[in-house]
Nanobody
Framework: VQLQASGGGLVQAGGSLRLSCAAS????????MRWYRQTPGKQRELVAT???????YYEDSVKGRFSISRDDAKNTIYLQMNSLKSEDTAVYYC?????????WGQGTQVTVSS
């Protein structure tokens, strides 16, 4: 399983970014897919989850601002991030769990300037 994350960058507070995570070696519609983020010195934290039924779950601080989605035809998940805040600055990782094994994308840096 390989995950290729992209879409990070520098954005002003209040702006938007959309992250993508393209998967190969697995079918994203058949497993739970997640986005995490990590800042220096802190543990990686779960941001959003999408399950096999398109049901979504969010960490409290991003509810109403972030949206996770899935394009089954492209075998890709997305994280639409709106109303970005400086505290959203982090490296964002996508994760797939398949057959009891976790697979991580390489991470994409999101920097929000205030």
């Amino acid at each position: 399983v390989q995950l290729q994350a992209s879409g990070g960058g520098l954005v002003q507070a209040g702006g938007s970014l959309r992250l993508s995570c393209a998967a190969s070696g697995t079918i994203v519609s058949t497993i739970y897919m997640r986005w995490y983020r990590q800042t220096p010195g802190k543990q990686r934290e779960l941001v959003a989850t999408i399950d096999t039924h398109h049901t979504t779950y969010y960490e409290d601080s991003v509810k109403g601002r972030f949206s996770i989605s899935r394009d089954d035809a492209k075998n890709t998940i997305y994280l639409q991030m709106n109303s970005l805040k400086s505290e959203d600055t982090a490296v964002y990782y996508c994760k797939a769990r398949s057959r009891s094994t976790n697979y991580w994308g390489q991470g994409t840096q999101v920097t929000v300037s205030s």
